[in-house]
């Protein structure tokens, strides 16, 4: 009977669990408590925690060919997820703050500096062209567009990439504050902008339209993301497909948010994610982030001077594409000087720049190194 006993446990995953899947099951269990206690992006960070823990479960071989993820995995390897993701990022955006104010669109692409500096910090590093691209894309503190780019250039480096990206997003106001508060003075974050103008629903209806024909034109690669974006913000400003915007909204994208983030997780396996690349990723992500954050104030800086001061440098920080955690930021931080600044809907226009900005290097980086 203990031969038996012995034979089962043998065929049990406690018999194969070495010190390798118990790293990866703490692993796991952080993303999980820092997405339900600390609240750090809860809607990837619990998926993608989860998906951890089932591909480092001995035998249950779930991403090996015929396994449910393997299959669900298939919407990451051929880039249906992060376009859909987008769709419903679109139908829940409000791009007037960016049509009121277009010069908003030139924080956002500042605000992308992260990702050049950190493709070019990478290569010496050891990093391919293709993967330095992949980690560089981190900078615009997008995680979908980080996914698609991942899984196009360095699908070995998916599962770090994407932890980190989210994991930063996450981690925007511990991040950006100190940053925000070095590169500018008192005065400058006391800054009182004036309201926006109003705009017009023809103007609301264009707007998508014309950016999908024209950054599609321009970067044939942004296409799937920006296209999908857009189509999303149509469905909204249109007002006639409430029942597809709602569904873009909600459905599609808790779905596909599910999907993806389990499938992303699953990819961090042991063996491939316990390196020291993992690490150089990690610690290379931190830095894009902080160099985008930078770019974005810097050029915010440059507006407060050209404008005469009507424009508060802080809102270059929300040029990041983290949506809307980095206008928030950037509002919690004016108010900490004038608690009557109501910088919110002005820090928008950059925000939602952002995500614009970075599909549209993404493509780029595609187009380039692809």
């Given at each position: 009977m ?35 206690k ?14 951890m823990?089932?591909a ?19 919407g ?5 997820y992060?376009?859909?993701i ?21 924080l ?12 070019l ?10 993967q ?20 196009k ?6 599962a ?10 996450a ?60 189509l ?11 029942r597809?915007?709602k569904t ?11 999907f993806?983030g ?20 990690i610690?290379?992500g ?14 915010g ?7 005469g ?12 594409s ?8 950037a ?22 720049a952002?995500?614009?900005g ?6 780029i980086?595609l187009?380039?190194?692809?």
């Amino acid at each position: 009977m203990w031969q038996q006993f012995i034979e089962f446990f043998q065929s049990t995953g406690f018999a194969a669990v070495g010190w390798q899947q118990c790293v990866m099951y703490l692993i796991s269990f952080t993303l999980i408590y820092l997405a339900v206690k600390k609240g750090y992006e809860p809607l990837l960070l619990i998926p993608i925690g989860f998906g951890m823990l089932l591909a480092n479960l001995p035998f249950a071989n779930l991403m090996d060919k015929g396994g449910l993820l393997y299959w669900l995995y298939r919407g990451v390897k051929l880039g249906i997820y992060p376009p859909l993701i987008f769709l419903g990022v679109g139908a829940m955006t409000d791009f007037s703050p960016l049509i009121a104010r277009p010069q908003s669109m030139l924080l956002g692409a500042a605000a992308q500096l992260g990702i050049f500096t950190t493709f070019l910090g990478a290569i010496p590093l050891g990093f391919t062209l293709p993967q330095a691209g992949s980690i560089g894309i981190m900078g615009g503190a997008d995680g979908p567009t980080a996914i698609f780019l991942a899984s196009k250039l360095a699908p070995e480096l998916l599962a770090p990439i994407a932890i980190a990206a989210y994991s930063y997003m996450a981690l925007v106001p511990i991040i950006q504050p100190p940053i925000m508060r070095a590169l500018t003075t008192k005065k400058e974050r006391s800054v009182v902008m004036e309201q926006l103008r109003p705009v017009s629903k023809t103007e609301l209806i264009l707007f998508p339209i014309l950016v999908a024909l024209l950054t599609s034109l321009l970067v044939p690669s942004a296409a799937a993301l920006i296209g999908c974006l857009m189509l999303g913000n149509l469905f909204r400003e249109s007002g006639v497909v409430d029942r597809l915007s709602k569904t873009a909204q909600n459905e599609l994208i808790n779905i596909v948010t599910i999907f993806l983030g389990t499938t992303v997780g699953a990819t961090a396996n042991a063996q491939l994610f316990l390196s020291v690349g993992t690490l150089k990723i990690i610690l290379l992500g931190l830095i894009a982030f902080s160099f985008s954050t930078v770019g974005g104030v810097l050029f915010g800086k440059l507006m407060y001077k050209a404008s005469g001061g009507k424009i508060n440098p802080l809102i270059g920080a929300a040029g990041v594409s983290a949506v809307p955690m980095a206008a928030r930021v950037a509002h919690k931080v004016g108010q900490e000087e004038n608690p009557g600044n109501w910088l919110l809907m002005h820090a928008m226009g950059p925000n939602v720049a952002g995500v614009i900005g970075s599909a549209i290097a993404a493509g780029i980086l595609l187009t380039t190194l692809g």
